[in-house]
C-alpha cells in the first residue's frame, strides 16, 4: 500500500492495490473501467478518501477560489504517484460539484488508462495535436463520471516533445481553461524530458509530488526551481509514502 501526506500545505492522499468496476460511457459506445486506486469511488477505504479530500479542500480554498483554473500534477522522476494524485484529486473535484477536466499529459508513458481504463481503447491527446480543424470536443470523453471529463493521452508518441512544444497544445489549454472550471494535467517524470516544465508554464501552476526513499528532498528543489524559472507557480507539493 502507497500513502501520502503533505510537505506543504497539511495535503494527505494514499493509494492502494488494483481493482475495478465497469461503468457504459455517456456515448453508449465506450465503457470505463475503474481501478479502486480511485478511492474516493468506495467506501471500503474511507481513510484514504478522507485524505484525497483534505487535498480537495486546499484546491478549493487556495487555489479555485481565487480564480485560478488549472494546475499541472509533476514530479521529478518515475514512480512517485502522479497519476494517482492527478486522477483522484479530479474525481473528488468532481464529486463537489466542479466541472473538471481531467488530461493525460504523458505522451511517453501514458498512465491515467490504468485508472479509468476504456474499452475500446481511446484516442486523445496525441490524435488531438496531430490532427488539423477538428475541435478539442472530439477527444474528450465528456462525463465519465458526473462533473468529470477526460482526455486521454491516446498513446504514446516518439515526438512528445516537438507536439506540446507546438501552438495547438497552447491553444488546447486556452480553450479547455475556458469550458471547464477546473482542468488537472498529469505530466510525465521531469527527468525524462522538458515535457511536464511545458506543459506547466502553459497552465500556470503545478503541484509537484515525490515520494519517500524513491525522490530526493534536491530533486524536488531543483524540479521546484525549474518549474519557476519556466513560468510556473508551485502551489505546493505531496509526499507519498511506501
Same mark, same amino acid.
Not at 70 to 92: D, E, I, M, R, Y
Given at each position: 500500500m502507497n500513502t501520502a501526506k503533505a510537505i506543504s500545505d497539511g495535503v494527505n492522499a494514499v493509494a492502494g492495490d488494483d481493482a475495478a468496476a465497469s461503468i457504459p460511457g455517456v456515448a453508449g459506445t465506450t465503457r470505463y473501467e475503474l481501478s479502486s486506486d480511485? !478511492?474516493?469511488? #468506495?467506501?471500503a477505504r474511507a481513510a484514504e478518501a478522507e485524505a484525497i479530500r483534505t487535498v480537495r479542500t486546499h484546491v478549493v480554498a487556495r487555489h479555485l477560489e481565487d480564480g485560478r483554473r488549472g494546475v499541472a500534477v509533476c514530479g521529478?522522476?518515475?514512480? !512517485?504517484?502522479? #497519476?494517482?494524485?492527478?486522477?483522484?484529486?479530479?474525481?473528488s473535484l468532481s464529486q463537489v460539484g466542479v466541472g473538471t477536466l481531467l488530461i493525460d499529459g504523458d505522451l511517453r508513458a501514458p498512465q491515467l488508462d490504468r485508472l479509468i481504463r476504456p474499452?475500446?481503447?481511446?484516442?486523445g491527446l496525441r490524435q488531438y495535436l496531430a490532427t488539423e480543424g477538428r475541435p478539442p470536443s472530439d477527444f474528450i470523453h465528456a462525463d465519465v463520471l458526473p462533473n468529470l471529463s477526460v482526455m486521454f493521452a491516446g498513446g504514446a508518441d516518439p515526438n512528445a516533445q516537438e507536439l506540446l512544444g507546438g501552438e495547438g497544445f497552447k491553444r488546447l489549454i486556452e480553450s479547455c481553461l475556458r469550458d471547464y472550471e477546473f482542468t488537472i494535467i498529469d505530466t510525465p517524470p521531469a527527468n525524462r524530458g522538458a515535457d511536464a516544465l511545458r506543459i506547466s508554464a502553459i497552465i500556470g501552476y503545478a503541484l509537484v509530488v515525490a515520494?519517500?526513499?524513491?525522490?530526493?528532498?534536491?530533486?524536488?528543489?531543483?524540479?521546484?526551481?525549474?518549474?519557476?524559472?519556466?513560468?510556473?507557480?508551485?502551489?505546493?507539493?505531496?509526499?507519498?509514502?511506501a
Amino acid at each position: 500500500m502507497n500513502t501520502a501526506k503533505a510537505i506543504s500545505d497539511g495535503v494527505n492522499a494514499v493509494a492502494g492495490d488494483d481493482a475495478a468496476a465497469s461503468i457504459p460511457g455517456v456515448a453508449g459506445t465506450t465503457r470505463y473501467e475503474l481501478s479502486s486506486d480511485l !478511492v474516493t469511488l #468506495s467506501t471500503a477505504r474511507a481513510a484514504e478518501a478522507e485524505a484525497i479530500r483534505t487535498v480537495r479542500t486546499h484546491v478549493v480554498a487556495r487555489h479555485l477560489e481565487d480564480g485560478r483554473r488549472g494546475v499541472a500534477v509533476c514530479g521529478p522522476t518515475a514512480g !512517485v504517484g502522479c #497519476s494517482f494524485t492527478a486522477a483522484n484529486l479530479a474525481v473528488s473535484l468532481s464529486q463537489v460539484g466542479v466541472g473538471t477536466l481531467l488530461i493525460d499529459g504523458d505522451l511517453r508513458a501514458p498512465q491515467l488508462d490504468r485508472l479509468i481504463r476504456p474499452d475500446p481503447p481511446a484516442q486523445g491527446l496525441r490524435q488531438y495535436l496531430a490532427t488539423e480543424g477538428r475541435p478539442p470536443s472530439d477527444f474528450i470523453h465528456a462525463d465519465v463520471l458526473p462533473n468529470l471529463s477526460v482526455m486521454f493521452a491516446g498513446g504514446a508518441d516518439p515526438n512528445a516533445q516537438e507536439l506540446l512544444g507546438g501552438e495547438g497544445f497552447k491553444r488546447l489549454i486556452e480553450s479547455c481553461l475556458r469550458d471547464y472550471e477546473f482542468t488537472i494535467i498529469d505530466t510525465p517524470p521531469a527527468n525524462r524530458g522538458a515535457d511536464a516544465l511545458r506543459i506547466s508554464a502553459i497552465i500556470g501552476y503545478a503541484l509537484v509530488v515525490a515520494r519517500t526513499n524513491v525522490t530526493m528532498i534536491s530533486e524536488v528543489a531543483s524540479l521546484a526551481d525549474s518549474l519557476q524559472e519556466d513560468g510556473a507557480r508551485v502551489v505546493g507539493a505531496v509526499l507519498n509514502e511506501a
